[in-house]
């Protein structure tokens, strides 16, 4: 009597999910609000320029599902070039809503995380750096004003502190995934480890029920 014998575990890897695409639709849709609540408000920007920019970036959300399928790529190059856009078009609205001075700056730790779920330790450590390095180009943004004052951060005590508190925090994050996803693949490893054992043990009864037979 032959028992066929499987080997399975969950595990992180996953398609392009649609879940990453619904996130990106809630973050359009927060942008476009708070940029018009600002405006509302009296703060002088390019709103113009933003609205504009999350038209772009909505279109490309739109339509990812059709570059998917007329493109050739893995998954996780496709992830990684989708993350990679999603920290461009942040850093562009920043730029024109503030740079470091805009407190939706942190976003950019989101980022990080929905690589280290979605990609490999490599790749989540390039858009780290990627992130860090977006961070870094904001330290030039041009300021907001506000009531005709301008919001310069450059003249407050805790100026050097933001970005280097944003880069902590973008390090910090990848830091932890990397820990975490070398436990998993270390608690995989010891699953599969487990079930191999288990699937050998039923083996070998099986055969000496059989041999006893």
């Given at each position: ?141 041009p300021p907001i004003v506000v009531d005709g004052s301008e ?63």
């Amino acid at each position: 009597m032959s028992v066929p014998i499987t080997f399975e575990i969950e595990t992180f890897e996953v398609e392009t999910p649609a879940w990453l695409r619904n996130l990106r639709w809630l973050l359009i849709a927060g942008i476009a609000v708070i940029t018009a609540l600002a405006a509302f408000l009296g703060a002088q920007f390019e709103s113009n320029s933003i609205f504009f920019l999350l038209g772009v970036y909505a279109l490309w959300n739109q339509f990812l599902p059709w570059i998917e399928q007329r493109f050739e790529a893995t998954v996780s190059a496709f992830v990684f070039l989708q993350i990679t856009v999603d920290l461009l078009a942040v850093t562009a609205v920043l730029w024109l809503s503030g740079g470091l001075s805009n407190p939706f700056v942190g976003i950019f730790a989101v980022n990080v995380l929905v690589a280290g779920l979605l990609l490999g330790p490599l790749l989540t450590i390039l858009i780290s750096s990627l992130a860090v390095l977006c961070v870094l180009f904001l330290l030039r943004a041009p300021p907001i004003v506000v009531d005709g004052s301008e919001i310069l951060l450059r003249n407050s005590p805790i100026w050097i502190r933001v970005p280097m508190g944003i880069i902590f925090l973008i390090l910090l994050t990848t830091g932890f995934i990397l820990v975490f996803l070398k436990r998993l693949r270390r608690a995989q490893g010891a699953a599969r480890q487990k079930l191999k054992m288990d699937a050998l043990g039923r083996l070998v009864a099986g055969l000496a029920h059989e041999i006893g037979t």
